[in-house]
């Protein structure tokens, strides 16, 4: 089945600092990859998801990269502030919906003002 | 549009007895999931249901089970009570299979003692 590898566990930047958070899959038949964002105490909130016909997707100051030769995909943060401090997960669907996400570690990402 | 309702909030048991947990999807959203989040294993998928149907399963032992009523709501049920059970019980819905996001509740705290 598929396996979601997730680094650093923890990542501590100054605040205007960029956060790179890197996920790899296992699964090739993986094609949809999204991005939850946990805040202490709270549930845990889709930021941004790409899918397997696209190399980049942006949001303002978020991106997402993907990689399917390598099977890895990474989320990028610039200018960041306290407010983006929480729990990442990254997550792989390895039959192309939303049902059955298989979720990394989680990133721990602490903003220092 | 109400969110996803989890209850209870907060439950303790004893190893041996059993739990329900149940959810309540988004209006309109057919697939509930269930997932269980602890600090060292992230986000675990349990199960899924679609339209009262089991739709995938996890691995789990079969103490855990599940069910979905003819109004989307779910219940998932624990039996025989472990220490190793404590965690946080996350229930997610989606309207589609190829709507991409899952929407999570606020989960249900369970601790066995």
């Known amino acids: 089945g598929e396996n979601v590898e997730q680094h650093p566990s923890t990542l501590s930047v100054q605040e205007g600092d960029s956060a790179v958070i890197k996920c790899t899959y296992s699964?090739?038949?993986?094609?949809?990859f999204p991005w939850y964002k946990q805040e202490l105490g709270k549930r845990p909130q889709l930021i941004i998801d790409i899918r397997s016909n696209v190399g980049e997707k942006k949001d303002q100051r978020i991106a997402v990269t993907l990689n399917k030769t390598a099977k890895h995909f990474s989320l990028h943060i610039t200018e960041t502030q306290p407010e983006d401090s929480a729990v990442y997960f990254c997550?792989?669907?390895?039959?192309?919906?939303?049902?059955?996400?298989?979720f990394g570690k989680g990133t721990k990402l602490t903003v220092n003002p | 549009k109400a969110g996803v309702t989890q209850t209870p909030r907060y439950l303790i048991k004893t190893r041996g007895q059993q739990v329900t947990l149940s959810c309540s999807p988004i209006s309109g959203h057919r697939s509930v999931s269930w997932y269980q989040q602890t600090p060292g294993q992230g986000l675990q998928f349990l199960f899924e249901y679609f339209s009262e149907t089991q739709r995938n399963k996890g691995n789990f032992p079969g103490r855990f089970s599940g069910r979905q009523f003819s109004n989307s709501r779910s219940e998932m049920n624990v039996s025989t009570l472990e220490l190793g059970d404590s965690a946080l019980y996350l229930c997610a819905s989606s309207s589609a299979r190829d709507t991409g996001e899952l929407f999570f509740g606020e989960g249900s705290r369970l601790t066995v003692l």
């Open positions: 699964d090739s038949a993986s094609n949809y």
């Open positions: 997550a792989a669907d390895p039959q192309g919906g939303s049902e059955k996400l298989v």
